[in-house]
């Protein structure tokens, strides 16, 4: 699962993404205030499922590369195409995916890479594939969450280091490292990202992909508005 990228004659005409996913016993743990630990880390790896899907089907995407050392994860994420990277630096977020570039870039050094959250249950192709043709001119960009606080997705151009500083309130932090900020009406299955019981009640909505759509309907709707959601 972990070999390397093919090498081809266009190597930037595309973009390869790198997905971040945590463990799933520690993954989306605002999620079990709405959804209980049994059903939080299967919601999880459905979101992950469905996002990773989605995006291999847009034709602006080459590949993916799941950075996870979850074993579960990895299995069901490689059969649906995706090149899993063990998180060998183990040292948070962004060294994991700063980790996936040079993975990708192994391979193919002059790869555009994109960086895309696990957790978007609602993913569309075409939506993702606006996205990171408004990208392109930059030499780097990102996409700020619904919430415009945190980041959805960060680009780094061939030759151009991605420099990920995820996490938290990421989106200023993208904007003083000199990343172009992305403004975009019609992507917000881009930006729906899923922390807590409100946001997947939001992102049914837009409409889930089939892998969530299987585990929210086995369980019912999750409650908006608890305590701590």
Known sequence: M??????DTDPTSRWSLVVPLKPLRLAKSRLAVAAGETLRPRLALAFAQDTVAAALACPAVRDVAVVTDDPTAAAELAALGARIVPDSPADGLNAALAHGA????????RA???VLNADLPALRPAELGAVLAAA???PRAFLADAAE???TLLTAAAGTELNPAFGGPSRLRHLSSGAVEIVLAGVDSVRRDVDTGADLLVAAELGLGPHTALRYAAHGPLPAHRPGI
């Open 2 to 7: 972990d070999g390397e990228f093919a090498t």
């Open 102 to 109: 040079r993975a990708v870039r192994a391979g193919r050094p």
């Open 112 to 114: 555009a890479v994109a």
């Open 136 to 138: 392109e001119p930059f």
């Open 149 to 151: 606080i945190g980041t």
